[in-house]
């Protein structure tokens, strides 16, 4: 007899069949002696449609909603449908005794394998492989401790609730906000409280008048220091005030009235869960969360070089601690090589804030496996994100940077001037990151003056100093910043929006939906998402109660929570939000309306921005007609789909280029024909394939010598 592996993906399933011993590869699966191995292609199941369960739910229509199956129902999903019917051939099979669900050791992961074997009706007995890393021998390990499979029920229920929460959250208020509007509105019961924080911050801008103001700084000879008020601070708002003090303190002696000295330790960073990983990303090298998801997914699946990417702990467990040095080892090469070799010479400091097993409850954090590195292989977004992961881990087994703040106060005619200083006695971990000793402080900060650190002389209390200059320095109030990937990332976290696993999704569906926009690394609210915010009701706006259901969801999770309480909650909120948009006076008016008309259905079409430019669409959702907003279309088709193709401008001149396949050809400068290179092909092309009857070749060859000649 022989065990079913079903795996997530075609990649990580011929990893497995290779370990395994499985290696004759058959269309959808692998098979060996004692393991067939298959895998799905993320979900082969979903949840049923509306008109699943009724026909007339094809069309979309407001009284027909909400739409609230007794019972949710699975469908086979129709793109995947070939790979499910192998699996389910596999799984019949009379020499099958047991499965192992292999997908991903996740809640998203566990869904998927549960509602394939729901569908399939599997009575069998069932196993789960649950690893941190696709290297050989966490392989081996894995499948040499599998656990039993109904050990993950209440996993599975987590995911199925959050699943179907979605579906009757999404499903009823975009259709009804459609409906009511006319218009395609996205919402949901994460994207939208996200899409409200982005808003509550434009309205904070928006409303935010700025003042001018000065400060004062006194040169004290070998050192300089800022003017204070009593109440601390450094801004004055009357002009007046400032040059009065600036006369009154030029050239006037002063005495050094407090020195405080105190020593600051430093412990290292915890190691990086996905969320803080995909914050560092962003501010260092402006990566999307999304972009940091797929190379890390990368760097576990196809290299094999870190652990598992989507887990929310920034710990590690006491199991793993005899394999740190090994981890070292591998990573010991290159830039590395000179911070990874002292630490193999000695015993590790292990500390709490490297190992907790109280705080790791699905997966550890994101640090390298024992998997040799061979840096040359990696592109360079994976170089840097892979030396963001392997610098983490290192610090953890250095000590703390250990340094002395001094802050120091001068009275001048009894005015006072504070200054700050730094003076480091142990560089420790930030020796990892080339000693770098920069303020690592919350990027929000909203503050407009801080005390800068400086390196100060030995200054002592008594000391007399006198004021060599005083400069006014003008300033403005500013206001809050617009967020970045990063900040959005944070204040999603703090409030329990979504976890690390969705959180690039929601930001990226938010873009796709044209509710905000990237601008460099800064995300702004466009002129939908601004009128959308306003359409949806206000409990489901704010992340209160969206953070309330993912504390819900963590205890069924945990077999703390009831299901069936959470979705009676769910139900009952579709309702009452479905009735707030059909009692709706407010309008909504597309702000991207294009002076162009569908040719299709003679809708003023709207405009959207892409990568590539920007592109006109129907808005109506029977249509879907779409075209480029550049307004030079060219006469020629696309030799695959046959529409009209785009012409554009590169750094090599003019080409065309079809908005559909993408295919592009390179034209002469009279805008008209394809370049001689072109013609010569083609020429050829048609002379090899003439055989019978007229000579295309000659006659065409003849046409556009006539051409050329005229």
């Known amino acids: 007899m022989k065990s079913l592996i079903l795996a997530e993906k075609p990649s990580v399933a011929r990893e497995i069949a290779r370990v395994m011993g499985s290696r004759d590869k058959h269309k959808g699966y692998f098979e060996g002696p004692k393991y067939i191995v298959t895998w799905a292609l993320g979900h082969l199941v979903g949840l049923a449609e509306p008109e699943d369960y009724d026909r007339k739910f094809a069309t979309w229509n407001l009284e027909d909603l909400p739409i609230l199956p007794e019972s949710m129902k699975l469908k086979v999903l129709r793109e995947t449908s070939q790979q499910f019917k192998i699996v389910q051939q596999q799984a019949r099979r009379q020499d099958v005794s047991d499965l192992i669900v292999a997908t991903d050791a996740a809640r998203e992961g566990e869904l998927l394998a549960r509602w394939i074997l729901n569908m399939m009706k599997w009575n069998k007995p069932f196993q789960r492989l649950w690893i941190s890393s696709q290297t050989d021998k966490a392989i081996k390990e894995g499948f040499a401790t599998l656990k039993p499979g109904r050990q993950f029920d209440r996993l599975y229920e987590s995911a199925r609730c959050r699943a179907e929460a979605d579906w009757m959250i999404g499903l009823n208020i975009t259709r009804a906000l459609t409906c009511k509007f006319g218009a395609q509105l996205s919402a949901g019961r994460v994207q939208t409280p996200s899409l409200g924080m982005i808003m509550d911050r434009e309205k904070e801008i928006i409303s935010f008048r700025s003042e001018e103001y000065d400060t004062l700084t006194a040169d004290l000879g070998n050192f300089t220091a800022t003017w204070r008020a009593n109440n601390g601070d450094a801004r004055m708002f009357d002009r007046n005030q400032a040059v009065v003090l600036q006369k009154k303190l030029q050239g006037k002696t002063g005495i050094i009235e407090k020195v405080n000295k105190s020593e600051k330790v430093e412990p290292h960073p915890l190691a990086y869960d996905l969320t803080e990983l995909q914050r560092d990303a962003n501010k260092r090298y402006g990566f999307s969360a999304k972009q940091t998801s797929n190379i890390l997914q990368r760097l576990y699946e196809q290299y094999k070089l870190v652990t598992y990417p989507r887990t929310d702990s920034r710990y590690l467990t006491s199991d793993m601690t005899e394999t740190f040095k090994e981890r070292l080892e591998s990573v010991a090469v290159g830039p590395y090589a000179t911070l990874a070799r002292p630490l193999l010479r000695k015993n590790l400091n292990i500390t709490k804030r490297i190992v ?329 092309k048609y002379t090899q394939q003439e055989t019978t009857g007229s000579n295309l070749g000659d006659l065409l060859k003849a046409a556009m010598e006539k051409k050329s000649k005229g």
Not at 565 to 573: A, C, H, T
Not at 650 to 665: F, M, N, P, R, S
Not at 669 to 674: G, L, M, T, V, Y
Request: aromatic share 4%; hydrophobic share 30%.
């Open 356 to 684: 907790d097993d109280s705080k790791v409850s699905d997966h550890h954090a994101i640090i390298p496996t024992e998997e040799t590195v061979l840096l040359n292989l990696l592109n360079t977004e994976e170089r840097k994100l892979y030396d963001l992961i392997v610098r983490r881990f290192i610090s953890l087994f250095y000590p703390p940077a250990r340094y002395d703040d001094v802050a120091v106060t001068v009275k001048v005619e009894n005015e006072s001037f504070h200054t700050k200083g730094t003076t480091v006695k142990e560089i420790g971990w930030r020796e990892v990151y080339g000693g770098d000793v920069a303020d690592d402080s919350d990027e929000d900060d909203q503050s407009d003056h801080r005390d800068t650190r400086s390196v100060l002389p030995e200054l002592h209390v008594g000391e007399k100093v006198k004021v060599q200059r005083c400069n006014v320095r003008p300033g403005r109030t500013l206001p809050p910043k617009r967020y970045t990937e990063a900040l959005l990332l944070s204040q999603m976290e703090k409030h329990g929006l979504g976890t690390p696993a969705t959180r690039a999704d929601i930001i990226e569906k938010l873009v796709s939906s044209d509710t905000i926009e990237r601008k460099g690394n800064i995300l702004h609210p466009t002129g939908k998402g601004k009128q959308l915010i306003e359409l949806v009701s206000q409990q489901l706006r704010t992340p209160e109660l969206t953070a309330k259901w993912e504390s819900e969801l963590e205890k069924i999770a945990r077999g703390e929570g009831s299901p069936d309480l959470f979705l009676k909650g769910i139900r009952s909120m579709s309702k009452e939000l479905v009735a707030g948009v059909k009692g709706s006076s407010v309008e909504y008016k597309p702000h991207n309306v294009s002076n162009s008309h569908c040719p299709e259905c003679n809708t003023r079409l709207l405009e959207k921005k892409n990568k590539r430019g920007t592109l006109l669409i129907c808005p109506k959702e029977d249509c879907g007609y779409r075209r480029s907003d550049d307004k030079r279309v060219s006469n020629r088709r696309c030799p695959q789909c046959h529409k009209k193709m785009e012409m554009k401008e590169g750094k090599a001149g003019l080409y065309v280029q079809c908005l559909t396949c993408g295919i592009t050809e390179t034209m002469n400068k009279d805008n008209k024909h394809i370049n001689k290179r072109e013609e010569r092909k083609l020429v050829e």
